[in-house]
């Protein structure tokens, strides 16, 4: 059996914002698998296990830069919000989009060997990071970024948190809603067809554990599994979530870049901090303490 540690209670209660004690012992039946103490989470507490999945835990920046057929998407991180918030953070964070978009470097290291001088600091990209690192007092790094090269390109920026670029052919304005759509909706695909096999099947078993829990014959069952996945398709398909600016609240995606004459042919989305986990060493000396209240009580 798995030794549970308050650390590990403490990522799986940031993850579902499921009770403490319920945390503990879901991790306990799974023997310290965390993906499948999540997974037992949800079937029993349902949606609720889930509210806190897109919790960011780490700050930084996501910039973006289109132009001239070519285009770039950018998450650079720092330690605290306060940093990310920083002129000369955001200025390196802007400059290395652009040097992506024109320059499209292999990797973290030769975007860092790029020409580049900021604040004093150069002659590479990656020397004025580290000037910056010096000055500013902590340490900041580039995660991870995407060229893109395509005749039609819009971006969309929420704030500096979220990022998306979606390559379309047709109307300019209808696939700038688009990015802005997926950026409040977050799909995780273009079509249902599109959906990863693991995430239909993780779905699927999820659905499965809770349609098991009713006590119908197995053919209902069989049933109510299906239509939860089919559900789920929807939920999490690009062409299927109703338009966010639908004015009849019921106009899908698809149906209004059909109106549109417009095709989306591929988008990516970044959002800081996406499956980073926080250092949190006082969270979790303060899951302990609880634990051991309700262990005494």
């Known amino acids: 059996m798995a030794a549970i540690t308050a650390s590990m209670v403490g990522e799986l209660r940031a993850k579902t914002d499921a009770p403490m004690m319920e945390c503990k012992k879901a991790l306990t039946e799974a023997d310290g698998d965390m993906a499948k103490a999540e997974e037992l989470l949800r079937v029993k507490l349902g949606t609720k296990a889930g509210k806190a999945a897109a919790r960011v835990t780490a700050e930084g920046v996501v910039a973006a830069y ?8 950018i998450e650079v991180n720092s330690e605290t919000d306060f940093v990310s918030k920083n002129d000369s953070f955001i200025a390196m964070a802007k400059a290395a989009a652009e040097l992506v978009a ?4 292999a990797d973290v290291a030769a975007l860092g060997a790029l020409a580049y001088e900021q604040d004093g600091f150069g002659p590479t990209l990656e020397e004025v990071r580290k000037g910056l690192i010096g000055k500013i007092g902590e340490n900041m790094t580039f995660r991870r970024f995407k060229q893109f090269s395509s005749a039609n390109l819009a971006a969309y920026l929420h704030g500096t948190r979220i990022g998306v670029i979606v390559d379309f052919e047709g109307d300019a304005v209808a696939a700038k809603d688009v990015a802005m759509h997926i950026a409040a909706m977050k799909p ?6 599109d959906v990863p096999a693991d995430l239909i099947e993780k779905e699927r078993s999820v659905a499965a554990a809770k349609a098991a829990e009713s006590g119908k014959p197995a053919d209902i069952v069989a049933k109510m599994v299906e239509g939860s996945v089919q559900k789920y398709l929807k939920e999490v398909s690009l062409a299927d979530q109703v338009f966010v600016k639908a004015e009849d609240g019921k106009q899908t995606v698809s149906a209004m870049l059909k109106a549109k004459n417009t095709t989306i042919k591929s ?5 800081v901090g996406e499956g980073i986990e926080k250092k949190a060493d006082d969270f979790a000396a303060e899951v302990a303490a609880q634990m051991a209240a ?3 009580a």
């Not at 024109?102 to 470097?105: D, E, I, Q, R, T």
């Not at 995780?188 to 067809?193: F, G, I, M, R």
């Open 66 to 73: 289109v132009e001239g057929g070519v285009g770039a998407l």
């Open 102 to 105: 024109k320059h499209n470097p």
């Open 188 to 193: 995780v695909a273009l079509t249902s067809a």
């Open 267 to 271: 988008f990516t989305m970044y959002v």
């Open 294 to 296: 309700a262990q005494n």
